[in-house]
């Protein structure tokens, strides 16, 4: 039995907890038990507990008592006697591959996306610094994409060797059992054309610029209507944005597994600055939607322009996005063709199997090494 402690920084709606829940539903339980830990979050652990599992709650998302926190993340690894740690994040990344470093045990650390743009040039140097330095103490690095594969390599946070592409893939069956949300339940109208985005409100997002393309699509579309599903620190923000422009915002918050929002759209759209490969456009597209992104990396790994969707260049901004908008919104077939071709795709490339399957091979060969130390 290999037993697996997943460790994430942040346990609201986003990539990483949505991966480590099909992890903890899909690995062959003969074969692995898994542990997870993470800051308290009543809609995951509720997540959890339908599989019968118990979220051990820590929060590594500061490094205000870096001491107690190491010692509380290693006594955790010791606790669960993991033979691999597998950390989610940032602060997950820093304390648990340390962690793990103390306790002997192998690491295994997924970039859900590499972020370090936004940080002062002093601030980027120091977490490139950081990142090498855990990366040689690193098992093996995961990269969700081909494309980040690339940007880790080059940036020196994954090592030749020592770093794996899987990529996300999403639960298709799963997807489809979820009960359909009603427009009237979301406070949707019936007759309104519905743009919607599955997405945490954090600036790499930039749900402020869904919120000044949609006043530019409403000139046209007086029905059109941007529906935000998630939770954030930008959530306030961004409703008084919408406020101020007149835009018809319906933000119901966090949707976990009980239900499907996709099905009360007509239209997805994304304008991330940058991702690693987001899973919310791979089950809009499941869910036979048309898809208008950004055109950054990651995206760039699931949308196929002019054929599941459509790429509008990030420095463009709101108006770029509008266009794309207005396009399809105007042309109910386009969209029911790129909708198709988009689930087909899903089916083909974005699997939850060959995920699970995948990543459980990197579990298989970290955890040799921690068989061979013991015996």
Do not use: W
Request: with cysteine.
């Amino acid at each position: 039995m290999i037993r697996v402690l997943q460790l994430l920084t942040s346990t609201a709606l986003g990539g990483g907890p949505r991966q480590v829940l099909h992890l903890v539903r899909h690995l062959p339980a003969r074969e692995f038990q898994v542990s997870v830990a993470g800051p308290p979050d009543a809609r995951f652990a509720a997540d959890l507990r339908t599989i019968g599992v118990e979220l051990a709650g820590v929060a590594v998302d500061s490094l205000r008592a870096f001491p107690l926190t190491l010692r509380r993340v290693t006594r955790l690894v010791r606790a669960t006697r993991a033979d691999v740690v597998h950390t989610h994040g940032k602060g997950a990344g820093l304390y648990g591959r340390l962690a793990a470093r103390l306790a002997g045990v192998p690491s295994v650390h997924t970039f859900h996306g590499i972020h370090y743009e936004s940080y002062s040039r002093a601030g980027q140097s120091v977490y490139l610094a950081l990142e090498r330095a855990l990366a040689r103490i690193t098992h093996t690095v995961i990269n969700v994409s081909k494309t980040q594969d690339v940007e880790a390599l080059y940036l020196g946070v994954a090592r030749p060797g020592h770093s794996a592409v899987v990529v996300n893939g999403i639960d298709v069956d799963e997807l489809a059992a979820r009960p359909a949300s009603k427009r009237a339940s979301l406070g949707l109208k019936d007759d309104e054309q519905v743009v919607g985005c599955v997405a945490r409100f954090d600036p790499v997002k930039q749900h402020d610029v869904l919120v000044r393309a949609l006043q530019l699509v409403t000139k046209q579309h007086p029905n059109a209507v941007l529906l935000l599903v998630g939770e954030g620190p930008e959530k306030s923000k961004i409703d008084r944005l919408a406020s101020e422009l007149e835009v018809r915002l319906v933000s119901p918050g966090a949707i976990g597994l009980e239900a499907n929002a996709y099905a009360s759209c007509d239209l997805y759209v994304t304008a991330s600055s940058k991702e690693g490969l987001p899973l919310a456009p791979l089950e809009a597209m499941a869910s036979g939607l048309a898809v208008v992104a950004t055109d950054v990396p990651g995206h760039r790994d699931v949308v196929g322009h002019e054929t599941t969707g459509l790429l509008v260049a990030p420095e463009a901004g709101a108006v770029a996005l509008a266009t794309a908008i207005e396009s399809l919104l105007d042309d109910p077939d386009r969209r029911r063709r790129m909708g198709q071709a988009g689930r087909a795709r899903v089916l083909k490339e974005f699997t939850l199997q060959s995920m699970v399957a995948k990543t459980a091979e990197v579990y298989r060969a970290a955890a040799s090494r921690t068989a061979s130390r013991r015996s």
